[in-house]
């Protein structure tokens, strides 16, 4: 069966620091990858997507960026945190399912102070 | 281009009370609609899931929903709210027909369900 990987599962950030938060998906093959952003009480907002290694769309202008280096495996990366990057970090992926259905990661708590 | 709109951030029913939850949504082509749920400090489990081929949707732990073209609106029930059913539920559409929508929830707000003893 497939299963979703995210960690860090909690990370606490100094404003200015880098960010990395890894997802990894096992038991399928070229999934369609997204990481989605959670803030309080505003829902969730689709950052980015990926389509296949070394293909990322971004959905949103942000202090964010996303890389596919390999087919099962989305990063989520960012040179220098704003205290709005706080937030709960999403990643999730589909394949197959012809209404596109997604399956969502345990997610990961970011804080920035 | 589509959105979801949830009537109320917050729910509040008894143990074995109705559970409503409400959600309209806006599409320009056929959606598919789903509804997720979320424990705390949890990713989104698929409750169910709309895709034409029945306007009235059962989904997992007696949740069912139905679909209302006329209405817009995509509402969640349950008969009787049992206390591990609280949570946040959301609401999401997406366009059918794939393309470059594939995949591409648009989620609505969400709603708190606090079920009291």
């Known amino acids: 069966s497939q299963t979703i990987h995210q960690w860090p599962a909690t990370l606490v950030q100094p404003v200015g620091s880098p960010l990395s938060l890894e997802c990894t998906v096992e038991?399928?093959?070229?999934?369609?990858l997204y990481w989605y952003r959670q803030a309080a009480g505003r829902g969730l907002q689709l950052l980015f997507y990926?389509?296949?290694?070394?293909?990322i769309s971004s959905e949103v202008p942000q202090n964010l960026s996303a890389s596919r280096p390999q087919d099962r495996q989305f990063i989520l990366s960012s040179k220098k945190l704003l205290l709005s990057d706080s937030g709960f970090y999403l990643c999730?992926?589909?394949?197959?399912?012809?209404?596109?259905?997604?399956?969502f990661g345990e997610g990961s708590r970011l804080t920035v102070l | 281009a589509q959105s979801v709109t949830q009537l109320g951030s917050h729910v509040s029913v008894s143990e074995g009370a109705l559970v409503l939850l409400r959600c309209n949504y806006s599409s320009s082509v056929p959606p598919y609609l789903f509804w997720y749920v979320q424990y705390p400090n949890q990713g989104l489990q698929l409750l169910l899931k709309?895709?034409?081929?029945?306007?009235l949707v059962k989904g997992i732990n007696g949740f069912e929903a139905e679909f209302k073209k006329s209405e817009t609106s995509f509402h969640l029930t349950k008969p009787s709210a049992h206390m591990s059913d609280a949570a946040e539920y959301f609401c999401a559409v997406t366009a059918s027909g794939g393309g470059t929508s594939y995949g591409k929830l648009t989620f609505g707000q969400g709603t708190i369900l606090t079920v009291h003893p």
């Open positions: 709309y895709t034409s081929a029945a306007t």
């Open positions: 038991g399928t093959s070229n999934p369609n």
């Open positions: 990926s389509v296949g290694i070394g293909q």
């Open positions: 999730a992926w589909t394949t197959g399912d012809p209404t596109g259905e997604l399956f």
